[in-house]
């Protein structure tokens, strides 16, 4: 997603707060892990101060699909999402695929989803990214646990 966006990834402890938030689009995402977003990402998030109208984006990958079930415990995006909303940004768009998931009995089997993200998935973030990449003009997309 970076390369179409013009910017590189930033893991959350290597951000610095006030010059990411120059950006007119900043992205958020990570392996989803138990059900949400890394907590060091969400702890970043909870460190921003508010903002108003400021464009974000999610992303995230999983073992199992991000919303194969309605119910809401599987919307892996919603705790991030809910953050986000607080401290004032818009959420202009979400994009997650599968990942190769190796926790809990996952690990005994050598993992789950082995290959992923595949190369479609990898031509659906780029596809997605570009899209974004026609709303702003100054992306930054920060990232963790990857």
């Known amino acids: 997603m970076a390369e179409p966006l013009g910017t590189e990834p930033l893991e959350p402890r290597n951000a610095d707060i006030n010059s990411l938030l120059t950006s007119d689009l900043i992205g ?3 392996g989803i892990y138990f059900g949400s977003h890394h ?3 969400l702890a970043f998030v909870d460190r921003l101060p508010l903002v108003a109208g400021k464009k974000a984006f999610i992303f995230s990958t999983s073992g199992a699909r991000n919303g194969v079930i309605q119910l809401p415990w599987c919307n892996y995006n919603r ?3 809910s953050k ?3 401290k004032g940004f818009e959420t202009i768009g979400e994009f997650s695929c599968r990942g190769w998931d190796t926790s ?3 690990s005994l089997l050598g993992g ?3 290959g992923r993200p595949s190369p479609e998935d990898l031509q659906n973030a780029r596809d997605f990214a570009i899209k974004l990449a026609r709303v702003c003009s100054r992306p930054t997309a920060a990232r963790a646990g990857m």
Request: hydrophobic share 40%.
């Open 84 to 86: 986000l909303h607080d």
């Open 112 to 114: 789950f989803g082995r």
């Open 79 to 81: 705790a991030l999402s």
């Open 39 to 41: 907590r060091t990402l």
């Open 28 to 30: 958020f995402g990570s």
């Open 104 to 106: 809990g009995p996952w």
